[in-house]
């Protein structure tokens, strides 16, 4: 059985329930707006483990390789499906792992475009180990991963991306273009500042004209230079913001069709000092989060 993908493939992982089956959906049409191959993959655990709770298999029996593999297969079947029913010239394949699903997931990431995932939040699971799966994955993947949430309501916002002005941060944004353009819809990058208004009031737009803040205005401005000409078919908005970045990404969260946001290496001293932005915002949210790996800051010579 292969376990090997295809380079440059959107990846689905599911586990037959009807979160995984809602990333399914999302990303067939990922893969159809970006021309590419879409791979179905769950995971199984090893011999003798009585409880398979990924691929949704009841505790209390010890299955075998080959019925672990043929329930896997189906769970994978029943998903490429769906992803039929909506695509149905989509190019799809199945991949059964075997093993603990987070470091599956993780290892074939790089050789992903992007993975895809769905995770219900907060609350009860139908499995248990998804939400740590999502979690994981979008925390130690090599590509860009989405975790689908359930929406509250039907969005109207378009896409959201944070900017915070570092070079390292240009791919997360430019992500951010492309996924507007292949939707029609519109953007809006935001840079949010911790100051004093933040740490009296919270969250808070920044007033148009506001004094103090123009260094942040041009900031936000060179975020963006150069991809309004890239993609002239985007409309976009840009914002700054009192408050710290994981509360601006998910203040209304549920009013964005799609939030993306850039996750620092998990070495870096950034990271160390001001913990997950991504992590914070995958586990808030209520709607689809984009996690983009950023690269090692350049070292000043």
Not at 187 to 196: A, N
Not at 210 to 215: I, K, N, Y
């Amino acid at each position: 059985m292969k376990t090997t993908i295809n380079p440059h493939t959107v990846v689905v992982a599911t586990d037959g329930s009807d979160d995984a089956h809602r990333a399914v959906q999302w990303a067939a049409e990922q893969a159809y707006l970006e021309r590419r191959p879409l791979t179905v993959v769950t995971a199984v655990g090893t011999a003798g483990v009585p409880a398979i709770t990924w691929a949704g298999v009841g505790a209390g029996y010890a299955y075998q390789p080959h019925e672990m593999a043929e329930h896997g297969q189906a769970i994978a079947d029943e998903a490429v499906a769906i992803a039929h029913h909506l695509r149905p010239a989509l190019q799809v394949e199945t991949r059964v792992l075997h093993g603990d699903p987070r470091q599956a997931l993780v290892d074939i990431s790089g050789h992903a475009h992007l993975m895809v995932i769905g995770s219900r939040g907060r609350g009860a699971f139908r499995s248990k180990v998804l939400g740590s799966v999502s979690a994981a994955v979008s925390r130690d993947a090599d590509c860009p991963v989405i975790v689908c949430r359930p929406p509250r309501h039907e969005a109207e916002l378009g896409v959201l991306v944070g900017a915070d002005g570092t070079a390292e941060s240009v791919p997360i944004i430019e992500f951010a273009f492309l996924q507007a353009s292949l939707r029609d819809l519109p953007l809006t990058v935001v840079h949010c500042v911790w100051d004093e208004i933040a740490a009296v009031h919270g969250v808070a737009p920044a007033a148009p004209g506001e004094s103090g803040l123009e260094e942040q205005r041009l900031l936000l401005a060179e975020s963006v230079a150069g991809m309004s000409a890239k993609f002239p078919e985007v409309t976009v908005h840009l914002r700054l913001a009192h408050g710290l970045a994981e509360d601006c990404l998910t203040t209304r969260s549920g009013d964005w069709n799609l939030i993306v946001v850039g996750r620092h290496p998990v070495d870096t001293l950034f990271q160390l000092f001001t913990g997950s932005i991504a992590t914070a915002v995958v586990e808030r949210a209520h709607t689809t989060v984009v996690v983009v790996p950023q690269s090692e800051p350049a070292l000043e010579r």
